[in-house]
Every structure is written in structure tokens, then in C-alpha cells.
Nanobody, 119 residues
Framework: QVQLVESGGGLVQPGGSLRLSCLAS????????MGWYRQAPGKERELVAS???????NYEDSVKGRFSISRDNAKNTLYLQMDSLQPEETAVYYC?????????????WGQGTQVTVSS
């Protein structure tokens, strides 16, 4: 079992920045594809950004150029730098760890961190 603990959420004004962190309790953190998801009230959870074990990144179209996902395998930590935040990006942001163990999908979720963009 892997525990994921997110931090760094909070209240920010439109146009502001936040940096989210996700600390993973696993010695094989480097083997996981890591992702940030968000869920706004009344909406489905959506992928914001992901990074593979090899460092390949993928972003949802609306955040390209403003958000940056990164990982520090030595610290078992995933990051999401968010710039130019907009009110519609208010949501709970979740960290996810995923890998294939043979034919078995292994996936873990953090408890989420609230991001509120408001003046």
C-alpha cells in the first residue's frame, strides 16, 4: 500500500501561482507514472498533468504553458507548479500513482488538497 500526501493548496488571487507537492511512501516511487487530477464541484475528476517514470510529461490542453509537473525521485515527491491561475480552476487537486504489475493495474490516490482561485 502506498500513501500519497498532498500539500500546497490554498487561496490565491486570479493570475496568481501555487506549487503543489505530493509525498509518496514507497521505495519504488521512480517506477510509478505520477499524475495530478482535479475535481471541481459538480464535475468529474479530470487529468491535469502526468509524468512517467522516464520523465515524459503530458498536460491537459487548458494548462499547457502555465502548469509544470516535475518529480524528485530521491525525495519521493511529485510537484505541480501552477501559474496564471483562473477562478474556473478552483477544485480539489489529487495526486495519483500508477504502474502495471504484470497485468495488474496498481493505482493509489491521495486525499486531495483544495485550491481556491478567487479575489
Amino acid at each position: 500500500q502506498v500513501q500519497l500526501v498532498e500539500s500546497g493548496g490554498g487561496l490565491v488571487q486570479p493570475g496568481g501561482s501555487l506549487r503543489l507537492s505530493c509525498l509518496a511512501s514507497t521505495s519504488i516511487f521512480s517506477l510509478y507514472t505520477m499524475g495530478w487530477y482535479r475535481q471541481a464541484p459538480g464535475k468529474e475528476r479530470e487529468l491535469v498533468a502526468s509524468i512517467t517514470s522516464g520523465g515524459y510529461t503530458n498536460y491537459e490542453d487548458s494548462v499547457k504553458g502555465r502548469f509544470s509537473i516535475s518529480r524528485d525521485n530521491a525525495k519521493n515527491t511529485l510537484y505541480l507548479q501552477m501559474d496564471s491561475l483562473q477562478p474556473e480552476e478552483t477544485a480539489v487537486y489529487y495526486c495519483n500513482a500508477f504502474r502495471l504489475d504484470g497485468h495488474t493495474r496498481v493505482s493509489y490516490w491521495g486525499q486531495g488538497t483544495q485550491v481556491t482561485v478567487s479575489s
